[in-house]
Protein backbone atom coordinates (compact mmCIF):
# COMPACT_ATOMS: atom_id res chain seq x y z
CA UNK A 1 0.00 0.00 0.00
CA UNK A 2 1.07 3.24 -0.77
CA UNK A 3 2.02 6.18 2.42
CA UNK A 4 -0.89 8.03 1.38
CA UNK A 5 -3.19 5.12 1.15
CA UNK A 6 -2.24 4.32 4.89
CA UNK A 7 -2.82 8.59 5.75
CA UNK A 8 -5.92 8.56 4.11
CA UNK A 9 -6.70 5.48 6.47
CA UNK A 10 -5.66 6.80 9.46
CA UNK A 11 -7.71 8.56 12.22
CA UNK A 12 -7.28 12.24 12.50
CA UNK A 13 -4.42 12.09 15.42
CA UNK A 14 -2.40 9.56 13.83
CA UNK A 15 -2.20 11.28 10.34
CA UNK A 16 -1.53 14.70 12.21
CA UNK A 17 1.60 12.74 14.63
CA UNK A 18 2.59 11.46 11.26
CA UNK A 19 2.96 15.03 9.19
CA UNK A 20 4.19 17.00 12.34
CA UNK A 21 7.20 14.01 13.16
CA UNK A 22 8.25 13.87 9.31
CA UNK A 23 8.19 17.98 9.35
CA UNK A 24 10.48 17.71 12.23
CA UNK A 25 13.45 15.01 10.73
CA UNK A 26 13.21 16.85 7.95
CA UNK A 27 14.33 20.02 9.45
CA UNK A 28 16.66 17.93 11.70
CA UNK A 29 14.50 18.04 14.83
CA UNK A 30 15.09 14.71 15.04
CA UNK A 31 14.65 13.75 18.56
CA UNK A 32 11.05 15.72 18.29
CA UNK A 33 10.13 14.15 14.98
CA UNK A 34 11.28 10.48 16.98
CA UNK A 35 8.63 11.41 19.78
CA UNK A 36 5.75 11.91 17.53
CA UNK A 37 6.32 8.72 15.49
CA UNK A 38 6.84 6.62 18.86
CA UNK A 39 3.49 7.91 20.35
CA UNK A 40 1.98 6.62 16.97
CA UNK A 41 3.27 3.55 17.24
CA UNK A 42 2.14 3.37 21.11
CA UNK A 43 -1.37 3.78 19.51
CA UNK A 44 -1.06 1.41 16.38
CA UNK A 45 2.13 -0.40 16.39
CA UNK A 46 0.96 -1.78 12.85
CA UNK A 47 1.47 1.55 11.10
CA UNK A 48 4.18 0.61 8.44
CA UNK A 49 4.39 4.19 7.67
CA UNK A 50 5.86 5.37 11.02
CA UNK A 51 8.27 2.25 11.46
CA UNK A 52 9.69 3.15 8.25
CA UNK A 53 10.33 6.55 8.92
CA UNK A 54 11.80 5.40 12.60
CA UNK A 55 13.73 3.00 10.28
CA UNK A 56 15.21 6.39 8.23
CA UNK A 57 15.73 7.54 11.83
CA UNK A 58 18.15 4.97 13.04
CA UNK A 59 19.63 4.65 9.71
CA UNK A 60 20.77 8.21 9.53
CA UNK A 61 21.90 7.67 13.83
CA UNK A 62 24.22 5.16 12.05
CA UNK A 63 21.98 1.98 13.92
CA UNK A 64 21.07 0.01 11.25
CA UNK A 65 20.33 -3.12 12.89
CA UNK A 66 17.39 -1.28 15.02
CA UNK A 67 16.62 0.18 11.34
CA UNK A 68 16.63 -3.90 9.74
CA UNK A 69 14.35 -4.72 12.62
CA UNK A 70 11.84 -2.13 12.21
CA UNK A 71 12.21 -2.30 8.20
CA UNK A 72 11.49 -6.25 8.87
CA UNK A 73 8.44 -5.47 11.02
CA UNK A 74 7.61 -3.13 8.37
CA UNK A 75 7.55 -5.66 5.76
CA UNK A 76 6.01 -8.46 7.28
CA UNK A 77 3.26 -6.70 8.29
CA UNK A 78 3.05 -4.94 4.41
CA UNK A 79 5.66 -6.72 2.36
CA UNK A 80 4.08 -3.97 -0.82
CA UNK A 81 5.18 -0.74 1.20
CA UNK A 82 7.62 0.75 -1.28
CA UNK A 83 9.90 3.16 1.18
CA UNK A 84 10.57 0.25 3.45
CA UNK A 85 11.28 -2.27 0.16
CA UNK A 86 13.67 0.81 -1.13
CA UNK A 87 15.38 1.50 2.58
CA UNK A 88 15.79 -2.23 3.42
CA UNK A 89 17.20 -2.14 -0.32
CA UNK A 90 19.84 0.82 1.09
CA UNK A 91 20.64 -1.10 3.78
CA UNK A 92 21.73 -4.44 1.72
CA UNK A 93 23.46 -2.21 -0.92
CA UNK A 94 25.46 -0.78 2.28
CA UNK A 95 26.45 -4.24 3.25
CA UNK A 96 27.72 -4.90 -0.30
CA UNK A 97 25.24 -6.97 -1.51
CA UNK A 98 24.14 -4.70 -4.86
CA UNK A 99 21.83 -7.50 -6.43
CA UNK A 100 19.87 -8.13 -3.46
CA UNK A 101 19.43 -4.49 -3.49
CA UNK A 102 18.39 -3.42 -6.83
CA UNK A 103 16.22 -6.80 -6.63
CA UNK A 104 14.03 -4.15 -3.45
CA UNK A 105 14.16 -1.45 -5.67
CA UNK A 106 12.97 -3.30 -8.64
CA UNK A 107 10.11 -4.41 -6.41
CA UNK A 108 8.95 -1.13 -5.10
CA UNK A 109 9.01 0.31 -8.75
CA UNK A 110 7.03 -2.47 -9.52
CA UNK A 111 4.47 -1.62 -6.64
CA UNK A 112 4.42 1.90 -7.66
CA UNK A 113 6.13 2.90 -10.78
CA UNK A 114 6.51 6.82 -9.51
CA UNK A 115 8.31 5.74 -6.46
CA UNK A 116 11.56 8.33 -7.33
CA UNK A 117 13.48 6.96 -4.52
CA UNK A 118 13.62 3.10 -5.99
CA UNK A 119 14.70 4.77 -9.11
CA UNK A 120 17.49 7.04 -7.66
CA UNK A 121 18.82 4.29 -6.09
CA UNK A 122 19.05 1.99 -9.17
CA UNK A 123 20.63 4.92 -11.04
CA UNK A 124 23.27 5.42 -8.61
CA UNK A 125 24.27 1.57 -8.50
CA UNK A 126 24.14 1.79 -12.55
CA UNK A 127 26.54 4.58 -12.19
CA UNK A 128 28.90 2.61 -10.14
CA UNK A 129 28.52 -0.18 -12.29
CA UNK A 130 29.90 2.03 -15.50
CA UNK A 131 26.69 1.64 -16.88
CA UNK A 132 26.11 5.23 -17.40
CA UNK A 133 23.12 4.99 -20.22
CA UNK A 134 21.29 3.05 -17.94
CA UNK A 135 22.03 5.07 -15.24
CA UNK A 136 20.64 8.36 -16.82
CA UNK A 137 17.84 6.48 -17.37
CA UNK A 138 16.96 5.70 -14.05
CA UNK A 139 18.27 9.29 -12.89
CA UNK A 140 15.78 11.27 -15.12
CA UNK A 141 12.85 9.00 -14.03
CA UNK A 142 13.82 10.13 -10.11
CA UNK A 143 14.05 13.50 -10.90
CA UNK A 144 10.66 13.51 -12.73
CA UNK A 145 8.72 11.47 -10.07
CA UNK A 146 10.81 13.44 -7.27
CA UNK A 147 12.72 11.43 -4.68
CA UNK A 148 11.56 12.61 -1.31
CA UNK A 149 8.06 12.06 -0.77
CA UNK A 150 4.68 11.49 -2.68
CA UNK A 151 3.38 15.18 -1.35
CA UNK A 152 6.38 17.12 -2.90
CA UNK A 153 8.33 16.70 -6.71
CA UNK A 154 12.00 17.54 -6.44
CA UNK A 155 12.36 20.79 -6.69
CA UNK A 156 16.05 21.99 -8.41
CA UNK A 157 17.44 25.02 -6.32
CA UNK A 158 16.76 27.49 -9.23
CA UNK A 159 12.87 27.61 -8.96
CA UNK A 160 13.71 27.96 -5.39
CA UNK A 161 12.94 32.02 -4.79
CA UNK A 162 14.90 31.92 -1.85
CA UNK A 163 18.54 31.39 -3.76
CA UNK A 164 17.84 34.49 -6.02
CA UNK A 165 19.62 36.92 -3.57
CA UNK A 166 22.60 35.05 -4.08
CA UNK A 167 22.95 33.77 -7.39
CA UNK A 168 22.10 38.39 -8.33
CA UNK A 169 25.12 38.91 -5.60
CA UNK A 170 27.16 36.49 -7.73
CA UNK A 171 26.41 37.74 -11.17
CA UNK A 172 27.05 41.29 -9.98
CA UNK A 173 30.22 39.87 -8.41
CA UNK A 174 31.06 38.86 -12.27
CA UNK A 175 29.76 42.10 -13.64
CA UNK A 176 32.31 44.41 -10.63
CA UNK A 177 35.25 42.08 -11.73
CA UNK A 178 34.90 42.12 -15.40
CA UNK A 179 34.58 46.38 -15.51
CA UNK A 180 37.82 46.17 -12.86
CA UNK A 181 39.51 44.04 -14.84
CA UNK A 182 38.78 45.47 -18.47
CA UNK A 183 38.27 49.26 -17.55
CA UNK A 184 37.15 50.97 -20.41
Known amino acids: ?7 EKAPRKI ?5 EGTEMMDIG ?3 EGEEKLQRILGRDDSFVPALNKLAVLRIRQDRKDEARDLLRSALRQDPDFPPALTNMGNIIKEEGNKEKAVEYYEKAIELNEEYGPAYNNLGVIKREEGEL ?3 VKYLKKARKHGTFSFKSADNPMYKDPGCLVPIAMVVLLIIILFFWVFPG
Open 133 to 135: KES
Open 1 to 7: MREEEYL
Open 29 to 31: EEE
Open 15 to 19: EDLYE
